[in-house]
Nanobody
């Protein structure tokens, strides 16, 4: 079992920055693909970014160039640095772990999910 706990969300003005953290426990995440997804009420969950065990990274087009995913295996933690935030980035953000080590762009490949954290960007 892997437990994932997100932190760092909140309210920010457009153009501002936030850094989300995802602390994992139960297993070390070094060999896993770790990802971030987001969901707005009434819409499907969408891919945001992923980071594989060999340090390849993938981003959704809507966040590329503004968001950066990183990981610290020694701390068993994954981060999502979000810059130049826009109101359309408002969502609940979820951290997830893919034990199979895929690219991580598809949510069905993930085995464990955090509880989610709200990010609200005001205009």
């Amino acid at each position: 079992q892997v437990q994932l706990v997100e932190s760092g969300g909140g309210l920010v003005q457009a153009g501002g920055s936030l850094r989300l953290s995802c602390a994992a426990s139960g297993r070390t995440i070094g060999t896993y693909t770790m990802g971030w997804f987001r969901q707005v009420p009434g819409k499907e969950r969408e891919f945001v970014a992923s980071h594989t065990s060999i340090r390849d990274t993938y981003y959704a087009g809507a966040v590329k160039g503004r968001f950066t995913i990183s990981r610290d295996n020694a701390k068993n933690t994954v981060y999502l640095q979000m810059n130049s935030l826009k109101p359309e980035d408002t969502a609940v953000y979820y951290c997830a772990a893919d034990l199979g080590g895929s690219r991580g762009t598809q949510d069905y490949r993930y085995n464990y999910w955090g509880q989610g954290i709200q990010v609200t960007v005001s205009s």
